[in-house]
């Protein structure tokens, strides 16, 4: 398994950043990319990393929220751009909780969900929406709908993290983030965990992770953590969690502000990570 940080607030080398998450990976003979980040930078950054983003097998969307699935309207924009000059394109498979792909909008009244309705996507793309586990290879599942196991975790989809509303069957209602997902990978070492922005909890995600999987052996966690201005007792709670976890490492990315990797980083190995970062189990 090969993952390359496409997207991120942090940048190694000649690349850019930006508030959002993506990353390119590698498994089993298939290329996936997991997340779109804001804009098109993460296309811009994989052109400078030789990365091929016209020819992956698959797309995998963590949650709705911008900052993960607006750069999808410019991978579309590209992809038809390659129609109109008659190059053969694939038709990826796409994967996301049901959720994933329905309007938001914040309390303001804007519009924060995915850009593109799925009549759009799947011009280009094979949907697959799933609240249930799916196993894109033998050692890759796309999580689904994530148990929320933790009491302290609530503060990432409740308090802090009702940001507005979700249009569900017709009705809006208030967003509860239930569309929030990741993928695990099995190696001989144990999981590789990669997560958007963990608006079901971390350790919520984790623990799903290992009931899937059947393993509760960590190797890496690589992404989001949703740590911004996290209250006191949530954090030294993940910190227990982490330091009885002892995962081999961990790649803390998007939207997990210094307090939070600092202190994350007293108990658990919390590994330098930016634009560019190429990590190989």
Same mark, same amino acid.
């Given at each position: ?44 950054? %994989?052109? *400078?990393?030789?990365?091929? =983003?016209?020819? +992956?097998? !698959?797309?995998?969307? /963590? ?120 993928? %695990?990978? *099995?190696?001989?070492?144990? =999981?590789?965990? +990669?997560? !958007?922005?963990?608006? /079901? ?81």
């Amino acid at each position: 398994m090969r993952t390359t940080i496409l997207v991120d607030q942090n940048v190694f080398e000649f690349l850019s950043s930006e508030f959002g998450f993506s990353c390119y990976v590698e498994i089993d003979g298939l290329k996936l990319l997991f997340d779109t980040g804001f804009s098109n930078i993460f296309l811009k950054n %994989a052109l *400078k990393l030789e990365i091929n =983003l016209h020819d +992956i097998d !698959g797309l995998i969307l /963590s949650h709705g929220h911008h900052d993960h699935s607006w750069g999808l309207a410019h991978l579309v924009q590209s992809l038809m751009q390659q129609v109109e000059l008659q190059k053969k394109i694939k038709k990826p498979k796409f994967y996301c909780c049901p959720g994933a792909l329905e309007p938001k909008w914040m309390h303001g009244g804007h519009q924060y969900g995915c850009l593109l309705n799925k009549e759009t996507i799947a011009s280009f793309f094979d949907i697959n929406t799933s609240n249930a586990p799916i196993w894109i290879t033998k050692n890759l599942v796309f999580l689904g709908k994530i148990e929320r196991t933790f009491d302290f975790e609530e503060t990432a989809y409740k308090e802090n993290g009702l940001p507005g509303k979700v249009m569900i069957n017709g009705r809006l209602q208030e967003d509860l983030l239930l569309d929030d997902s990741a993928v %695990a990978c *099995k190696t001989n070492q144990g =999981l590789v965990i +990669i997560t !958007g922005c963990s608006h /079901s909890g971390i350790c919520n995600i984790i623990e799903y992770a290992k009931k899937v999987c059947n393993d509760h052996r960590i190797v890496d966690i690589i992404g989001g953590f949703h740590l911004m201005n996290a209250d006191n007792n949530r954090l030294e709670k993940i910190c227990e969690y982490f330091k009885k976890l002892n995962p081999k490492a961990v790649h803390v990315c998007h939207c997990t502000d210094f307090k939070a990797k600092e202190k994350l980083a007293r108990v658990t190995p919390v590994q330098e990570t930016g634009v560019g970062l190429v990590v190989e189990h």
